[in-house]
Structures are given as structure tokens and as C-alpha cells.
């Protein structure tokens, strides 16, 4: 059962033009929802991540938006360049520091 | 901190042969988690560890499979026997559960394995 739906799969931006990741989780157990962000060759790191008591976490040009009744969020890249371009992967956990559910991967590509 | 290290970089084995791979977590962590990368089924857990002990193996594909964790300063995943469709990159993370803490997980550079 996949419990981390993400969309899109690829996506493609003008450089200075916004990016956006989309997932929905099925688990209500889920308290943690980070963005993690992969180099190719890389593990993936921690991006920005948000607990659903707030719709909204804001890092930089960076954001996430919760809606917890939908059991979706979203991350948002403001201002994109091409040293954004990367693989993105929404997951959720029950807990911080604890096991993410992964998903599948949003491959960005951000051109000059 | 030199973060999570893990051996070897790359493998290259035969199929039917035994694989080790490898994990020092970062010093002070708590937990260590064993991830497999493909791109047909992504970033899959296979393993978590608290303080050393296994807590969550559901992961874990087969008795092919095995995973340890001796001290909270190494880890090691076997494969034994090896076959092709274990071909993957395989991550290990570290995390420091405390309730004021990031819940950040450290991945290595992870083990990239080619199984023949």
C-alpha cells in the first residue's frame, strides 16, 4: 500500500518561476511531514519540514502548506534556480527523528 | 562531524555471493535506519533501529536479508545469497530522538550495489 502519493513525477521551470510538489498521505497516524532533497550520488537531505498544528512553514524561498482535513501538502520553491534542480521527496512519519515513508520523487529540473 | 559513513561506495558481486554492507551513524544518535533506493520502487525502508535494538523489520524483503546493529556505532546489512533484483542503492540514516530536536535523518552517500 502506498502511503505517500507524490505528483508530479518530472517538472520543468523557467529559472525565477515557481515550483510545486504536491502529496497526499492515507495514514492518520502521520505527525511529521518533511522535504527532503537528492543530488544525484547523494543521500537525500532534509529540506524544510512542518507538524500539522500549523497550515504553513516558511523557510527562505521555501514553503510548505498543510491541509490536514484533505491530508495534503505541498512544497512551493519561489524565485527557482538552476542550482535547485534536483530530486525532491515528500514523506511522513509518526513522529519526528523516527521512520519516513517515502514519496515516489519529483525529479525538477530548473533551466537558465 | 564526519556524518554517516558508509562501505564500500560501490559492489560489484555475482549472483549467489555474499554482500556486506556497512554504517557508522553519526556519534550521539539514537537511531539508525537502513533505506533501499530503485527507481521502479523508490526510497523503500527496510529496517529501524532504537538504541541498537531492531523495532521495525517489516521491511525487510526476505530471510535473504539480515541486518544487525552490535553497538550504537555500527550497523552492517548481509545479503546472502545475492541475485540481480537486489540490484539498488542502499542508504543508511542516523537520527537523534529528542523533543526539541529537527527529526531530521542523516543519509550517507549510501552503497551503490550491482549484483551480476
Known amino acids: 500500500q502506498q502511503q505517500v502519493k507524490q505528483s508530479p513525477q518530472s517538472l520543468i521551470v523557467q529559472k525565477g518561476g515557481i515550483s510545486i510538489i504536491n502529496c497526499a498521505y492515507e495514514?492518520?497516524?502521520?505527525?511529521?511531514f518533511p522535504w527532503y532533497q537528492q543530488f544525484p550520488g547523494k543521500g537525500p537531505a532534509l529540506l524544510i519540514a512542518?507538524?500539522?498544528?500549523?497550515s504553513e512553514k516558511k523557510e527562505g524561498r521555501f514553503t510548505i502548506s498543510f491541509n490536514k482535513s484533505a491530508k495534503q501538502f505541498s512544497l512551493h520553491i519561489m524565485d527557482s534556480q538552476p542550482g535547485d534542480s534536483a530530486t525532491y521527496f515528500c514523506?511522513?512519519?509518526?513522529?519526528?527523528?523516527?521512520?519516513?515513508?517515502f514519496g515516489s520523487g519529483t525529479q525538477l529540473t530548473v533551466l537558465p | 562531524d564526519a556524518g554517516v559513513i558508509q562501505s564500500p561506495r560501490h559492489e560489484v558481486t555475482e549472483m549467489g555471493q555474499e554482500v556486506t554492507l556497512r554504517c557508522k551513524p553519526i556519534s550521539g544518535h539514537n537511531s539508525l535506519f537502513w533505506y533501499r533506493q530503485t527507481m521502479m520502487r523508490g526510497l523503500e525502508l527496510l529496517i529501524y533501529?532504537?538504541?541498537?535494538?531492531?523495532i521495525d523489520d517489516s521491511g525487510m524483503p526476505e530471510d535473504r536479508f539480515s541486518a544487525k546493529m552490535p553497538n550504537a556505532s555500527f550497523s552492517t546489512l548481509k545479503i546472502q545469497p545475492s541475485e540481480p533484483r537486489d540490484s539498488a542503492v542502499y542508504f543508511c540514516a542516523s537520527s537523534l530522538s529528542r523533543e526539541w530536536g529537527t527529526g531530521e535523518l542523516f543519509f550517507g552517500e549510501g552503497s551503490r550495489l550491482t549484483v551480476l
Open positions: 495514514n492518520t497516524a502521520f505527525d511529521y
Open positions: 533501529f532504537n538504541n541498537n535494538v531492531p
Open positions: 512542518i507538524r500539522p498544528d500549523v
Open positions: 514523506a511522513a512519519s509518526p513522529a519526528p527523528a523516527r521512520q519516513l515513508t
